[in-house]
């Protein structure tokens, strides 16, 4: 008998422990649900098996060192220090090459727990959340350091561009069902359709409202940046999508949306995002670093802070 | 009799919209009179009605924003949501071209305002004003912006420039009245000699003080310039001394100016915007972004800060 | 009698006043000791007198400054106010050239303390440390003004890289000792064997303990960048190791280091700091700016506010 407990305790320590790991992969898209997790998990191994244990191991990483590290169990529980690992341990696997990527891609998902942790201290009096911001500012630097240390080898993907000779590339032909199922999937850096989908799925699985508000984050982003002149290959790959996709689950929905302009106010938040997407695309081109969400937080945090002082935004 | 009341109740809100919108346009320099808000007005107006029209309308956007969204009716009323809204409004629409640029200049004012409010909260803790640090980044973002949305059209002066093609082109003959009078015109990014004038006048007419503070503020950041050995043609333009103007009137009169050192703070604080003017500007050399207010900004929250713990400045 | 007493009181209150000056140097390397101070300052004499002068100005300014600005005298007294002064002027006169280079270096120790001021009002709410930011950020600032003022000559080593063109340049023959003990050496930019030795000497001299964690930040560091693929001439020049030597002091010793895991924090700290030194020089090439210790600030506020929300770290 007591055998049998010790092992379902053990079971029920696992299960625990790995259905944190999920919150921690769903709460990238700001949804605590471990089976949206699980399936977001199944969407990303569709296109790369090792990108997915990647993400699933940098998950675990970050709520090992949360429950044995001794913070606050509600915040580990939710999967709150695990989405930046999540995200840190993808982005640094994609965008490097060669065999010790995989080593530094959990490392920088370790490392990202503790940028998690930090910033929630140094936020703790703005009443903000902290959102993505320890995985972009990681990533960009560890990216970076590749100009400077051999084992870092950068994909040939990611060229630093002098702004003086730079040329807008306009022309081609939109594809709206790609580029708005994109805009979805790139949440998770998923570029084909049949993952967009299915990270959708898992969205609408959690909440229908949730899902809606993707679409309409998605479809929002998609025709500001048609009407301001975008280019249409980003487009067509929702590199415009999903930084709004975001911005209103976050602005309309996850936090303080109690007003009746919140629908309103989050799709103006997701059109605000696509200039800022341009403009921090910009800002990197010297650098050839990719935007990731950085538009996201800049925007998200620009309005959440507004409310507190226009109050029925 | 109803009636009369009815209309005058009217009038009474349009005037006081309208009062509160000069207010905007007089807090870019840090005051708070409605008289001053119109002679700039005037001032603007001189060199270009229709850069003098978005300025209102800026500051009106931000005013209504403000007023219908429930903002504390103290902030709102002293033109402190709206004088971002004004800058932003002119910096877009004199350094974009085409006819997109009223439009992004207009939308970009009522970002501004929103922009502003977030910092009110971001800002609350540390005791510090805002100042135009809302304004500044909002404009940088949409200006570069422009390299990847074509109805985004720059102005052709911003070129982005090579630091290690870079050359100081010194030589030229220095125009000490259009100089320092230009240093005060360039708060509102104005170059001719009347609109500086009548600027300057605005100011006396709120307060002598203040005033003397300005053309005080401007003879130093020359002064200085010069000893440092500046390019003549950034002196004649008066591009190091906007900044040494708001400066010294934050430093020495606006803000905390109790300490009887406070005139001596204050041209130091005016003397040291003038580095600082350069070294931004070489920051902003590889993107061909203009400097703006940020070393104002800096130079005053670095100056209010240090008061309080080196509390005889 | 009197007379005699008012002597004993002027050089009772000039040596409190060059003791202070003393630890404004030692907590450049975070240890309030004054003897350890006047030996680091013999360290720096033997390569060069003037630099020697400079930093005992530099640290008197700031000292002055906070005794007739009403600072907190606890403050003033641990040399709390001093060090970024330190450390401004000794960058400022080894990195601009000419004969103005002097009155710059003081000039920049003198607003250098007013930073320092700013930033402990700024941070006051984060219960985190100001460490070197404020010189940091001061240097860069006034090391990129010499692009746009002349009397600012900048050192001919200083050349903004194109990162489209850049090259990681492997090859060369380690140098173990000198590496190491550039590493310590270099908080004080220093390179020559003997001034570094003496500079390790002072640390132990304030405290055995912390002078064991500088030989090991230095050893981690050096171990880490070697791992890594690091560029040889970098590693025996130490420039991978005085961000780790500081960091391992304030993470595992000086701040807050209570946890039983802190030794271990403290060497993950200071491997850490290799991958961040990386990065932010490469951040910097395109500017052509020195790195100086924007790791160790980096690394060591993560650590620190980490700890408050993973309290077992």
Avoid at 77 to 85: F, P, V
Avoid at 111 to 127: D, E, K, P, Y
Avoid at 180 to 199: A, P, R, T
């Amino acid at each position: 008998m007591q055998k049998d407990n010790r092992i379902s305790i053990r079971e029920g320590a696992f299960f625990s422990f790995i259905s944190t790991a999920f919150k921690g992969i769903s709460q990238v898209i700001l949804i605590e649900n471990a089976v949206t997790g699980l399936i977001i998990l199944v969407a990303i191994m569709i296109s790369s098996v090792s990108i997915g244990i990647i993400a699933l191991l940098s998950a675990c990483i970050a709520t090992f060192i949360g429950r044995f590290g001794g913070t606050d169990k509600a915040i580990v529980n939710q999967g709150l220090l695990g989405y930046n690992s999540v995200l840190a341990g993808i982005a640094l696997a994609l965008n490097l090459e060669g065999g010790w990527r995989w080593a530094i891609a959990l490392a920088g998902a370790a490392v990202a727990a503790l940028f998690t942790a930090a910033m929630m201290h140094w936020m703790r009096n703005s009443q903000m959340p902290v959102l993505t911001f320890p995985y972009i500012i990681l990533t960009w630097f560890l990216l970076l350091a590749s100009y400077r240390l051999s084992t870092f080898q950068l994909s040939s993907n990611l060229v630093p561009q002098d702004l003086s000779h730079w040329k807008l590339q306009p022309g081609g032909t939109i594809d709206w069902i790609h580029g708005l199922v994109n805009g979805i999937g790139q949440v998770y850096f998923q570029d084909s359709l049949w993952s967009g989908i299915l990270i959708l799925l898992a969205v609408f699985w959690a909440s229908r409202k949730l899902g809606l508000y993707a679409v309409l984050g998605s479809v929002a982003a998609g025709l500001t940046a048609y009407g301001l002149g975008a280019e249409i290959t980003l487009l067509n790959l929702g590199l415009y999508g999903f930084n709004a996709v975001l911005t209103i689950l976050a602005v309309a929905a996850v936090f303080d949306a109690k007003s009746r302009l919140a629908p309103l106010t989050g799709l103006i938040a997701a059109a605000i995002t696509v200039p800022v997407t341009a403009s921090v695309d910009v800002w990197l081109l010297p650098y050839g670093l990719p935007t990731l969400t950085m538009p996201f937080v800049l925007v998200t945090w620009l309005l959440l802070a507004a409310k507190k002082v226009i109050p029925k935004l």
